[in-house]
């Protein structure tokens, strides 16, 4: 069982299936309150990894749950983040006693919008963060009183400012949630994720130079020779935590890249895949269909 590889839940529409709630009303943003949280599953995994983006407010709740290395417990208000791709756990009894609300955001929702870069800079997102974020009475209506408002946005009809809309108040949430994590955390340390959260840093700054057109894409030996690790210690961390290879996480940051220049740039499809350090478009095209079901000209047109 302790080598049980994370379940991975792509969509929110899965997600809601997976834990037995309503059809979401909308494929990319979903609100929904914990008390219709009934029970776990008979058969829950060991550890889940979402697609998506969650951000989760919860309280007086009868289980507990692993992020990384750190177990938190929910007496009190507490405010969780994880990332698309991020590992965690659940643990407690198959009937739920659950207060508090979790909002949903995929990826895709944030694409063309200065947000889909931005929600990177917020630390509280990372492995480095070991601790949850605890609100006072006043900071959790603040919090939920937006987390609502996002709900009957797309509850609304959606038109053309829905979007813009939704990302202003998600944009809101993260901004007062970093205020209070400096008023929490003013001596924060880094927690044991070290070479997880060094990784990410390495790939950041690899993808926002020039290295991808110099170089080509990082191979797994020099990602783990500047992490000061072996390609095996790193693959054996990786799968551990989050089940995925060296190799994938990669990949997935070259598909994150490929749709940002997509999405906000005028580059033909073979000046991206150039820029991307590939030598063929079709070569690009074919990876990020693979790993996307669509064709990089179906992405960017989903846009027009």
């Known amino acids: 069982m302790a080598n049980q590889q994370p379940v991975r839940i792509k969509s929110i529409s899965e997600f809601h299936q997976f834990r037995n709630l309503p059809k979401p009303e909308h494929p990319l943003v979903s609100v929904y309150n914990f008390e219709d949280l009934k029970y776990l599953n008979e058969d829950e995994p060991k550890s889940l990894m979402l697609d998506f983006y969650s951000i989760a407010l919860k309280r007086n709740a009868n289980a507990k749950m692993r992020y990384g290395q750190q177990e938190y417990d929910f007496k009190e208000g507490v405010l969780l983040f994880i990332s698309p791709g991020q590992v965690f756990s659940i643990e407690g009894n198959a009937e739920m006693k659950h207060t508090g609300w979790s909002l949903l955001i995929h990826p895709d929702f944030l694409w063309n919008t200065p947000l889909a870069q931005k929600i990177k800079q917020y630390e509280y997102f990372g492995y480095a963060v070991h601790e949850a974020l605890h609100l006072s009475d006043k900071e959790e209506k603040l919090i939920i009183d937006i987390i609502k408002n996002i709900q009957q946005e797309y509850q609304s009809n959606i038109d053309k400012f829905s979007q813009d809309v939704i990302i202003a108040q998600i944009e809101l949430l993260l901004t007062y949630s970093e205020r209070f994590y400096n008023r929490q955390f003013i001596t924060r340390k880094i927690s044991n994720h070290q070479i997880l959260a060094r990784l990410e840093k390495l790939l950041n700054e690899y993808f926002e130079n020039d290295s991808l057109t110099k170089k080509g894409l990082p191979t797994v030996h020099y990602i783990a020779e500047n992490l ?75 846009f027009n």
């Not at 890249?257 to 350090?277: C, D, M, R, V, Y």
């Open 228 to 302: 000061n690790v072996s390609p095996n210690y790193l693959s054996g961390l990786l799968k551990h935590h989050t089940g995925q290879s060296t190799q994938q996480h990669i990949h997935n940051k070259l598909i994150e890249k490929a749709k940002e220049k997509l999405s906000t740039t005028n580059l033909s499809i073979s000046e991206i895949a150039f820029a991307l350090g590939f030598e063929h478009q079709q070569s690009f095209s074919k990876l990020f269909k693979t790993k996307t079901t669509i064709s990089p000209l179906e992405f960017r047109q989903s």
